[in-house]
């Protein structure tokens, strides 16, 4: 029988939250270098993701790492997902609610950038997690 | 002939991550900290024209500068720059802003371009900044704070 899904999700992804929430706050120009506020879609389909990789995380037993969480300067938020040999790069655009910018990218191999659905983008984060 | 030791010396530039661009758990910075605006370069300095010092300085004298703008709203982002980090470098380390140091060729490897350095030292980095942002998280040199207040 499967678990409940939704009902899982706890504290380990609500630092996560908070910090893209955080960054919703953000004036124009916050880096000095002409940065977009981070626009409040972007926010939401990067909270999104996260929860959803929590979520598929516990269910399919993979290891958990808190992704690092950054705002763009054209309004995204960068979500990076890194196990022990492997990294993913999840970035959400403004305007683009249903496509992210992913680059993956495992040891000593060069990097792959593709772009994807937000299902797409979450077996990418859990294929670095799960990278031994 | 061999060629003279000062012309084998590697080029490197500085560039200043903000504190949001700071990944503190790793010591290093976020991938973010490297993606541009697609309509922008990625900005750095020259490393044999500046010290990190200077590049940290050069944010506060762009936050100080903005406080004379004919632009309320611009004047508001002035101040709140200072108001949350501080006039002066020492606060601007003390309140999360580093500088790290990067070979020009890492950029130069990897198909970026690079527009001539300004008087101040400060040039515009244009490339595949997505692709390339976790290399360069990599290859970014962090400077301690005692290099960034020297």
Same mark, same amino acid.
């Given at each position: 029988?499967?678990?409940?899904?939704?009902?899982?999700?706890?504290?380990? /992804?609500?630092?996560?939250?908070?910090?893209?929430e955080?960054?919703?706050?953000? &004036?124009?120009?916050? &880096?000095?270098?002409?940065?977009?506020?981070?626009?409040? $879609?972007?926010?939401?389909?990067?909270?999104?993701?996260?929860?959803?990789?929590?979520?598929?995380?516990?269910?399919?037993e993979?290891p958990?790492?808190?992704?690092?969480?950054?705002? /763009?300067? &054209? $309004?995204?938020?960068?979500?990076?997902?890194? $196990?022990?040999?492997?990294?993913?790069?999840?970035?959400?655009?403004?305007?683009?609610?249903?496509?992210?910018?992913?680059?993956?990218?495992?040891?000593?191999?060069?990097?792959?950038?593709?772009?994807?659905?937000?299902?797409?983008?979450?077996?990418?984060?859990?294929?670095?997690?799960?990278?031994? | 002939?061999?060629?003279?030791?000062?012309?084998?010396q590697?080029?490197?530039?500085?560039?200043?991550?903000?504190p949001?661009?700071?990944?503190?758990?790793?010591?290093?910075?976020?991938?973010?900290?490297?993606?541009?605006?697609?309509?922008?370069?990625?900005?750095?300095f020259?490393?044999?024209?500046?010290?990190?010092? %200077?590049?940290?300085?050069?944010?506060?004298?762009?936050?100080? %500068?903005?406080l004379a703008?004919?632009?309320?709203?611009?004047?508001?982002?002035?101040?709140? %720059?200072?108001?949350?980090?501080?006039d002066?470098?020492?606060?601007?380390?003390?309140?999360?802003?580093?500088?790290?140091?990067?070979?020009?060729?890492?950029?130069?490897?990897?198909g970026?371009?690079?527009?001539?350095?300004?008087?101040?030292?400060?040039?515009?980095?244009?490339? %595949?900044?997505?692709?390339?942002?976790?290399?360069?998280?990599?290859?970014?040199?962090?400077?301690?704070?005692e290099?960034?207040?020297?």
């Amino acid at each position: 029988m499967s678990k409940p899904v939704i009902a899982q999700s706890d504290s380990r /992804v609500k630092e996560v939250l908070r910090e893209i929430e955080e960054y919703t706050a953000l &004036d124009a120009d916050w &880096d000095l270098e002409g940065a977009q506020p981070v626009d409040r $879609g972007a926010a939401d389909l990067a909270a999104r993701l996260a929860e959803l990789v929590d979520v598929n995380a516990r269910q399919r037993e993979v290891p958990w790492q808190t992704p690092v969480v950054g705002p /763009v300067a &054209d $309004g995204g938020i960068a979500l990076t997902w890194e $196990g022990t040999n492997r990294r993913v790069l999840t970035i959400t655009r403004p305007g683009q609610p249903l496509a992210l910018e992913c680059v993956r990218k495992e040891a000593n191999s060069p990097p792959v950038q593709q772009t994807v659905s937000v299902d797409g983008a979450m077996e990418l984060a859990l294929w670095a997690l799960s990278g031994e | 002939l061999s060629v003279p030791p000062e012309e084998q010396q590697p080029e490197y530039v500085y560039r200043r991550i903000h504190p949001h661009g700071w990944n503190a758990r790793k010591n290093r910075p976020k991938e973010s900290a490297f993606l541009a605006r697609p309509d922008a370069g990625l900005s750095v300095f020259r490393a044999d024209s500046r010290s990190p010092r %200077q590049v940290l300085q050069h944010g506060i004298d762009v936050a100080k %500068q903005m406080l004379a703008s004919p632009d309320e709203e611009a004047r508001r982002r002035g101040e709140k %720059q200072l108001s949350d980090f501080g006039d002066t470098v020492e606060r601007w380390v003390k309140n999360g802003w580093r500088v790290v140091r990067i070979p020009i060729s890492a950029f130069t490897e990897r198909g970026f371009t690079l527009d001539d350095p300004d008087a101040e030292g400060h040039q515009n980095v244009y490339g %595949q900044y997505v692709l390339h942002s976790v290399d360069l998280v990599d290859i970014a040199e962090v400077l301690t704070e005692e290099e960034c207040l020297a």
